[in-house]
């Protein structure tokens, strides 16, 4: 099953996304409320709300997938082949940071850029894992019942703040720089170990199969879920692979311009151009 966030009238609503339309799941206004309901699929596949042609929707009207998630856990130095072009070794434990909503757009929204963020812009392909009810203390062998889906990001990342400090955060929470979507893809019905691929201007950048990750979705929270709950509606973003722009000689970074498209195999695209703050 498929569910987004539709932007309407003034309004965000959660939809069902099916073959040819989107349903209303009726008095649910985003992916984030649904699932504060812990019957949030059987609620989902029983909408029968206002019904909108997916041809007659307009990019922009799709939301990011939760729009306000208590919490966006990060996760760095992931994927073996990012690992390797960043001249490091495997980690013994995931390296964690945090995302602000404010950071989030559509999937299909600009990535605005401030002047101040600097000219070292780099694309991080990802996939996000939505979590379905609250996990506390979970074990890893448990922890696939605690996912609601699967979805796309992009953590898009100011390599000059970031690298500021030994600490990455104020580096990789720019506003509205993240597009997150444009679908949640539940759990059982999503393939894990698809293809990621970041493009910039239909140009490849990063490809990569989502089962080279050092820790897995279900090792992720285990491990985060003894630090502190997650809860319904959380995103943990699994880390980016090798390609990315810091790491290539000569150095290549994101400018207004372009466009940065990001797919995982079995979920979907993102597509965002990426424009000046005040252009």
């Given at each position: 099953?498929?569910?987004?966030?539709?932007?309407?009238?003034?309004?965000?609503?959660?939809?069902r996304v099916d073959d040819l339309a989107a349903v209303e799941i009726e008095g649910v206004s985003d992916v984030g409320a649904l699932l504060q309901d812990a019957n949030w699929k059987r609620t989902a596949e029983a909408a029968a709300g206002a019904s909108h042609v997916l041809a007659d929707i307009a990019p922009t009207q799709w939301a990011p997938v939760v729009p306000d998630p208590r919490k966006i856990v990060c996760v760095g130095l992931n994927y073996r082949n990012h690992i390797k072009e960043m001249g490091r070794e495997l980690p013994e434990f995931p390296t964690l940071f945090a995302k602000y909503p404010d950071a989030l757009i559509g999937p299909f929204d600009p990535i605005v850029l401030p002047a101040h963020a600097g000219d070292h812009v780099d694309w991080e392909g990802e996939l996000a894992v939505i979590i379905g009810k609250r996990a506390s203390h979970v074990k890893e062998a448990d922890a696939t019942a605690y996912i609601a889906g699967y979805s796309v990001m992009n953590d898009v990342t100011m390599r000059d703040y970031q690298y500021r400090t030994p600490e990455w955060f104020q580096g990789k929470t720019f506003e509205a720089?993240?597009?997150?979507?444009?679908?949640?893809?539940?759990?059982?019905?999503?393939?894990?170990g698809g293809k990621l691929t970041t493009s910039v201007d239909g140009n490849v950048m990063q490809s990569t199969l989502t089962n080279d990750l050092v820790f897995s979705p279900e090792a992720l929270i285990e491990y985060i879920s003894a630090i502190f709950p997650l809860a319904p509606g959380d995103v943990i973003v699994t880390g980016t692979p090798g390609g990315v722009g810091h790491a290539r000689k000569p150095e290549v970074y994101l400018t207004p311009g372009q466009v940065l498209t990001t797919a995982i195999e079995g979920i979907g695209v993102i597509e965002s151009p990426v424009v000046a703050a005040g252009k």
């Open positions: 099953m498929k569910l987004a966030t539709l932007r309407l009238d003034g309004r965000t609503v959660a939809v720089t993240a597009p997150f979507g444009p679908y949640l893809i539940t759990e059982g019905s999503f393939e894990f």
